[in-house]
């Protein structure tokens, strides 16, 4: 959302990208938390120090009761607009489909996501969102993000 954590911290608190961001997408046997910031080649290890410091603050740091409201309202709101659109209403129940779940749980998303608590919050955190468990794509000019990078100790390859 708008107002997440790498906002106001990578955007709003450093100004080293206009729009950082973090999407979780799952799957039935795994699940992807990508987070991208489309920054200048001379502060890409600053940027990712800054995400490493946000995931590992969910690790390590309940979130205060307000964010998490304030995150449930979004994604609930969030969801319902997209739901108005037949192909998005078409691509979940086949999301749905393909992992095997039924289609109620279309309607059940909501509900669940309003029971989410801060226990809940820590568990997922300290489970999925370590930074060490991250792979790093970065692009730019391989001598500038090379030397950014360096030093994290980050196995490099590079790709044409």
Known sequence: MFGSRL???????KGYTYSPFASLETRREVGVLETRADV?????????NEIDYELDRMVTTSPPADEITRAQRYLVGFKAILL?????????????WVNGL????LGAESDKIQKVTVSDVDRAAAKYFPAFRQTIVAVGEEKVVRDQLAPF??????TP
């Open 7 to 13: 906002i106001k911290n990578i955007r709003e608190d």
């Open 40 to 48: 200048r080649n001379e502060v890409t290890g600053a940027t990712l």
């Open 84 to 96: 108005q659109l037949q192909g998005r209403v078409a691509s979940q129940l086949a999301s749905l």
């Open 102 to 105: 039924p289609q109620e749980e």
């Open 153 to 158: 100790g980050l196995e490099m390859q590079t």
